[in-house]
Antibody
Framework: QVQLVQSGAEVKRPGASVKVSCKAS????????IAWVRQAPGQGLEWMGW????????NYAQKLQGRVTMTTDTSTSTAYMELRSLRSDDTAVYYC?????????????WGKGTTVTVSS | QSALTQPASVSGSPGQSITISCTGT?????????VSWYQQHPGKAPKLMIY???NRPSGVSNRFFGSKSGNTASLTISGLQAEDEADYYC???????????FGGGTKLTVL
């Protein structure tokens, strides 16, 4: 079955970086994108950006430009999201989701989430 | 501030129907057929319930119905069940960004 398995929880100091992985299985990785969405405690969903599974093209949220990098390794069907210069308001659950784009726009399969805590 | 406006909460009794609205602009909901709805139970990942305004993914109950009129999309849940109690988020493609936009979320309480 189609699934996305994310890496484990992280605790980071302010100013540090975090890299979250998302391993896909059960489908052709290059036929879809991978979107990243985060959710701060008690808050709603926030688009971070997405990466194309075939050519690696990226689209980032303006507020994260310069701090976020999304990459893929097609040999292992794994996507990565790195966030740098972490601040306390980056504390959130980070989700990856399979992203269908082109003649549509939807996230149809989600990972279980990775909790990132930023604290001194 | 979210780009799409949803009511903070709605409630209904088992067996009843409820509707959650999602209001945007002509740049997103009004100008797009790519509106989707996600259900999120506490501590769980979101789940796609409706895509392309009114399509249900395989496995989603036909009690969930999506529609759109002008700049407002709606999610209607009929025959409310206790398991429907969750947060619901709308999302839309937007012509003003390469990303989509989410609504602020609606908490559904089944009384």
């Amino acid at each position: 079955q189609v699934q996305l398995v994310q890496s484990g929880a992280e605790v980071k100091r302010p100013g540090a970086s975090v890299k979250v992985s998302c391993k896909a299985s059960g489908y052709t990785f290059t036929n879809y994108g991978i979107a990243w969405v985060r959710q701060a405690p008690g808050q709603g969903l926030e688009w971070m950006g997405w990466i194309s599974g075939d050519n690696g093209n990226t689209n980032y949220a303006q507020k994260l430009q310069g701090r976020v990098t999304m990459t893929t390794d097609t040999s292992t069907s794994t996507a990565y999201m790195e966030l740098r210069s972490l601040r306390s308001d980056d504390t959130a659950v980070y989700y990856c989701a399979r992203y269908y784009y082109g003649s549509g726009s939807r996230m149809d399969v989600w990972g279980k989430g990775t909790t990132v805590t930023v604290s001194s | 501030q979210s780009a799409l406006t949803q009511p903070a909460s709605v409630s209904g009794s088992p067996g009843q129907s409820i509707t959650i609205s999602c209001t945007g602009t002509s740049s997103d909901v009004g100008g797009s057929n790519y509106v989707s709805w996600y259900q999120q139970h506490p501590g769980k990942a979101p789940k796609l319930m409706i895509y392309d305004v009114s399509n249900r993914p395989s496995g989603v109950s036909n009690r969930f119905f999506g529609s759109k009129s002008g700049n407002t999309a709606s999610l209607t849940i009929s025959g409310l069940q206790a398991e429907d109690e969750a947060d619901y988020y709308c999302s839309s493609y937007t012509s003003s960004s390469t990303l989509g936009v989410f609504g602020g979320g609606t908490k559904l309480t089944v009384l």
